[in-house]
């Protein structure tokens, strides 16, 4: 069980450095180029883990069109997204706005399934999260604001598809019980391959010139926080379950603000408030989540 929760710990300092990770690299290539990176150097450990398994099978290719579709949305176009906004973003800030999928996650399941209805916790989980991003964009202060508020549309854009793309998955290929590593490797792969084919390369080689940049780009948003972390979490889920193991959402965002403090980037009242509000908003959803299914089953059991 120690080494359970030793892996959750790193999930969670995977995926909150990768923020850092993409601030360094936007001063050397583009948004665009950085996605490519970060999906080329996850997909090695995916597809390795796949093979070695052997979750991938002939008989998942009629899946194709649903593999594409999360390809292109939940993996291609969310690291975009999120790239661009770090770029623009001080990295803690854009930590704590990727922090808030679940929220988008959780709209879009109330809207899109009607398996599932909210209930007065989640309702207030979301009004609080929305304070947070409010908090942390601070539209009030207009052309005097510190936060460029473009970057703030490209996070919420990024954790808004993601939620969409959780809904799909659920209506589209739940159902089929592929293994979540075959799914995972699907996805990135084809998104590889989109990528390639869309991104411009040129000045692609400008992240050599510095090797701690292009270390951290490839080993650790590549490898560490884009490959083994799906590793991680579909092990997590496993062992924890799809809620506890959810909890490193917790850890995401304190990493991310806490790095990026460590790093130069100031740090005040409104930032501390906004992730309180943030993380407060992600411990109600998941516990009147819980609540709703929990519900459900004993419904279904009388």
Do not use: C
Not at 76 to 82: D, G, K, L, P
Not at 118 to 127: S, T
């Amino acid at each position: 069980m120690r080494l359970t929760y030793l892996v959750f710990a790193l999930l969670g300092l995977f995926w909150g450095s990768n923020f850092i990770y993409m601030k360094w690299a936007a001063e050397l290539i583009t948004p665009a180029q950085i996605t490519l990176l970060r999906v080329f150097f996850g997909f090695l450990p995916l597809a390795l883990a796949a093979w070695r398994k052997g979750v991938i099978h002939r008989d998942q290719v009629r899946h194709l069109p649903h593999f594409f579709v999360m390809a292109v949305l939940a993996t291609a176009f969310y690291y975009f997204a999120i790239a661009e906004g770090t770029a623009l973003l001080p990295s803690g800030i854009a930590g704590v706005l990727g922090g808030s999928i679940s929220l988008f996650t959780t709209i879009a399941t109330l809207l899109f399934l009607r398996t599932e209805r909210p209930n007065g916790l989640m309702l207030i989980g979301v009004l609080v999260g929305f304070a947070g991003i409010v908090l942390i964009a601070r539209p009030w202060e207009g052309s005097d604001s510190t936060i460029d508020i473009t970057g703030v549309f490209w996070m919420l854009a990024a954790t808004t598809i993601l939620g969409v793309s959780y809904v799909y998955v659920r209506r589209f290929l739940s159902p089929h019980n592929l293994p979540p590593l075959a799914l995972a490797t699907w996805q990135t792969g084809l998104a590889l391959l989109v990528l390639l084919l869309v991104v411009d390369r040129t000045g692609t080689g400008n992240i050599l010139q510095n090797w701690h940049t292009a270390a951290g780009v490839a080993v650790g948003l590549g490898v560490l926080g884009t490959g083994m972390a799906f590793l991680i979490y579909y092990y997590l889920l496993q062992e924890l379950g799809a809620v506890a193991a959810s909890g490193a959402t917790y850890i995401t965002p304190n990493v991310a603000l806490l790095i990026g403090w460590a790093t130069g980037e100031h740090v005040g009242m409104p930032e501390i408030v906004a992730i309180i509000l943030v993380l407060t908003s992600i411990a109600m959803l998941q516990i009147g989540r819980q609540k709703a299914v929990n519900q459900i089953e004993r419904a279904a059991s009388i």
